[in-house]
């Protein structure tokens, strides 16, 4: 089991960014695809973004194309997502997860989740 705990969430304005970061423990990182979901209040959770284990192929939903980028260190077992140009509509818990591959990564190991929250 692979261990999972975000951070970098915060309040931001809209237009801005955030950098979130995950940081993994546990079984080998390098191997296991990554990816982030989030929930906002009162909607299902929703999946935003997800990288392969070697980084080669990346995927996001069409809302954060062009202003969300996955990438990776497998050498620092972390995942990161840089979020540019925020909108109010962001504003949700982003949890991270890992899994055996993209496809599948709902049902793999999930974190806690870090709150983001942009203003208007």
């Known amino acids: 089991q692979v261990q999972l705990v975000e951070s970098g969430g915060g309040l931001v304005q809209a237009g801005g960014s955030l950098r979130l970061s995950c940081a993994a423990s546990?079984?080998?990182?390098?191997?296991?695809?990554m990816g982030w979901f989030r929930q906002a209040p009162g909607k299902e959770r929703e999946f935003v973004a997800a990288i392969s284990w070697s980084g080669g192929n990346k995927y996001y939903v069409d809302s954060v194309k062009g202003r969300f980028t996955i990438s990776r260190d497998n050498a620092k077992n972390t995942v990161y997502l840089q979020m540019n140009s925020l909108k109010p509509e962001d504003t949700a818990v982003y949890y991270c997860?890992?899994?055996?591959?993209?496809?599948?990564?709902?049902?793999?190991?999930w974190g806690q989740g870090t709150q983001v929250t942009v203003s208007s």
């Open positions: 997860v890992a899994g055996s591959a993209v496809a599948t990564l709902s049902k793999g190991s």
């Open positions: 546990g079984r080998t990182f390098s191997r296991d695809a």
